[in-house]
Nanobody
Framework: VQLQASGGGSVQAGDSLRLSCAAS????????MGWFRQAPGKEREFVAV????????YYSDSVKGRFAISRDNTKNTAYLQMNSLKPEDTAVYYC?????????????????WGQGTLVTVSS
């Protein structure tokens, strides 16, 4: 099983980025797909999750209204559209897959993790 996160980069405040999480060895339609991030010197934190049904989503308060999580089961890929980026969004972003029947934000429950992609937002 492999989750390949990509799409990170260095941008200015107010810019947008779209992160992708391509899965191999698992079928994303069978998993809740989540995004987490870890800023320098901080613990990894929850960002967003999309349910297996592709409809139900949860966001952290810090990104709600600016980020949008989605999935394309035909491409076996999840996405994180990030708009109105702020310097405090600077972090390594990780995607993860959870096969639970309930939607969860706690990273300890996620079964598989990608390697992370770095997002740097300058002011």
């Amino acid at each position: 099983v492999q989750l390949q996160a990509s799409g990170g980069g260095s941008v200015q405040a107010g810019d947008s980025l779209r992160l992708s999480c391509a899965a191999s060895g698992l079928t994303v339609s069978s998993y809740h797909m989540g995004w987490f991030r870890q800023a320098p010197g901080k613990e990894r934190e929850f960002v967003a999750v999309i349910a297996q049904n592709g409809i139900t989503t949860y966001y952290s308060d810090s990104v709600k209204g600016r980020f949008a999580i989605s999935r394309d089961n035909t491409k076996n890929t999840a996405y994180l559209q990030m708009n109105s980026l702020k310097p405090e969004d600077t972090a390594v972003y990780y995607c993860a897959a959870d096969r639970a029947t309930i939607l969860r934000r706690e990273q300890k429950w996620y079964d598989y993790w990608g390697q992370g992609t770095l997002v740097t937002v300058s002011s």
